[in-house]
């Protein structure tokens, strides 16, 4: 119908000159569509030739950190997990570079409109992020700190699990009980972080576990029964020996806590409980009484709290007995 009108309005000589004003104003956006394609082109080109410079030079990067990843590649003083949060800094940088070295070449970058949109997109993002930009930059403080890495045992504040994912903006741990928790990054950096698994793997991590026993037992035994309960626990480390430490002489009793070290922090609580049935076990086999709850030593007639019954297999469950 946009042509077949002008065409109609041609045939006839009083409306030729109508006819041809319309053309005018069909063609008139066409013709500047074509031309300003055409003066684009080099603008084009300089966008692409940017583009690609950018993105082989990402490659090239990303190869490097690949090969420092994997520990084929080592540089003194950078760790290999340190690698990909670097690779993802770079990147972000030098497509930051690369939008700002193409945008006056983009068409209409010199408009009043264009410009005002880019500062109200801007100025939306800036208000509306200062959360997430607090997260990512804890997360970046956080990588290179190293204060853990996945699959570390860690405590952060009340809640102790295994690291499972570290992200820009959070990190989840999965609890023994396997409950999954999100923490911000932000949240990280303003609580302190017990590592479990950095100490067991250098040093050692030590358990220690306290038990009150009565004055009249002479501490020597006491020291032994503790250590031989510690030997007897799966996980506890031969060298360096168990050890026990006096803590407290209250009224009623002293305070012994036995240590042990241990490797393996993702089994800590296993050990605990292993090391707890032990100690009840070896001072239950000596005839030695744990003096918690409170007891006195004076006795008025009334029977032991030593188990009547020996079970030198406690550890047995009743039903396989």
């Given at each position: 119908?946009t042509?077949?009108?002008?065409?109609?309005?041609?045939?006839?000589?009083?409306?030729?000159?109508?006819?041809?004003k319309?053309?005018?104003?069909?063609?008139?956006?066409?013709?500047?569509?074509?031309?300003?394609?055409?003066?684009?082109?080099p603008?084009?080109?300089?966008i692409?030739?940017?583009?690609?410079?950018i993105?082989?030079?990402?490659?090239?990067i990303q190869?490097?950190?690949?090969?420092?990843?994997?520990?084929?590649?080592?540089?003194?003083?950078?760790?290999?997990?340190?690698?990909?949060p670097?690779?993802?800094?770079?990147?972000?940088?030098?497509?930051?570079?690369?939008?700002?070295?193409?945008?006056?070449?983009?068409?209409?970058?010199?408009?009043?409109?264009?410009?005002g949109?880019?500062?109200?997109?801007?100025?939306?993002?800036?208000?509306?992020?200062?959360?997430?930009?607090g997260?990512?930059?804890?997360?970046?403080?956080?990588?290179?700190?190293?204060?853990?890495?996945?699959?570390?045992?860690?405590?952060?504040?009340e809640?102790?699990?295994?690291?499972?994912?570290?992200?820009?903006?959070?990190?989840?741990?999965?609890?023994?009980?396997?409950?999954?928790?999100?923490?911000?990054?932000?949240f990280?950096?303003?609580?302190?972080?017990?590592?479990?698994?950095?100490?067991?793997?250098?040093?050692?991590?030590i358990?220690?576990s306290?038990?009150?026993?009565?004055?009249?037992?002479?501490?020597?035994?006491?020291?032994q029964?503790l250590?031989?309960?510690?030997?007897?626990?799966t996980?506890?480390?031969?060298?360096?020996?168990?050890?026990?430490?006096?803590?407290?002489?209250?009224d009623?009793?002293?305070?012994y806590?036995?240590?042990?070290?241990?490797?393996?922090?993702?089994?800590l609580?296993?050990?605990?409980?292993?090391?707890?049935?032990?100690?009840?076990d070896?001072?239950?086999?000596?005839?030695?009484?744990?003096?918690?709850?409170?007891?006195?030593?004076?006795r008025?007639?009334?029977?032991?709290?030593?188990?009547?019954?020996?079970?030198?297999?406690?550890?047995v469950?009743?039903?396989?007995?």
């Amino acid at each position: 119908l946009t042509i077949s009108v002008p065409i109609l309005f041609a045939i006839f000589p009083q409306t030729e000159d109508l006819a041809l004003k319309i053309f005018s104003y069909l063609l008139e956006p066409v013709k500047m569509i074509f031309k300003s394609v055409a003066s684009y082109i080099p603008n084009l080109f300089i966008i692409l030739v940017i583009y690609y410079c950018i993105k082989y030079i990402v490659k090239g990067i990303q190869y490097i950190a690949n090969e420092i990843e994997s520990e084929n590649l080592k540089i003194s003083g950078f760790y290999p997990d340190w690698a990909q949060p670097t690779f993802n800094i770079i990147r972000f940088l030098l497509y930051a570079f690369m939008i700002a070295m193409i945008y006056p070449y983009l068409p209409g970058s010199d408009s009043g409109v264009f410009q005002g949109i880019s500062v109200f997109v801007g100025l939306i993002i800036s208000l509306g992020s200062s959360t997430v930009i607090g997260n990512i930059i804890a997360g970046l403080v956080i990588t290179y700190m190293r204060p853990f890495k996945l699959g570390d045992r860690i405590q952060l504040n009340e809640t102790t699990g295994n690291v499972i994912e570290k992200t820009p903006f959070v990190t989840r741990l999965r609890t023994p009980k396997n409950e999954v928790v999100t923490i911000p990054n932000s949240f990280i950096m303003s609580s302190h972080t017990t590592n479990y698994s950095v100490s067991a793997r250098q040093y050692g991590l030590i358990i220690h576990s306290t038990v009150t026993i009565g004055y009249d037992v002479p501490w020597r035994q006491v020291h032994q029964l503790l250590i031989n309960a510690a030997r007897q626990t799966t996980g506890v480390l031969p060298e360096p020996k168990p050890f026990v430490l006096e803590t407290e002489l209250s009224d009623y009793y002293p305070c012994y806590q036995i240590n042990a070290y241990i490797k393996d922090a993702d089994k800590l609580g296993d050990i605990y409980s292993d090391l707890h049935q032990n100690i009840q076990d070896v001072f239950n086999e000596a005839g030695v009484e744990i003096m918690s709850p409170h007891y006195f030593a004076g006795r008025d007639g009334s029977a032991s709290t030593i188990p009547t019954a020996p079970y030198p297999d406690d550890r047995v469950e009743p039903s396989k007995k």
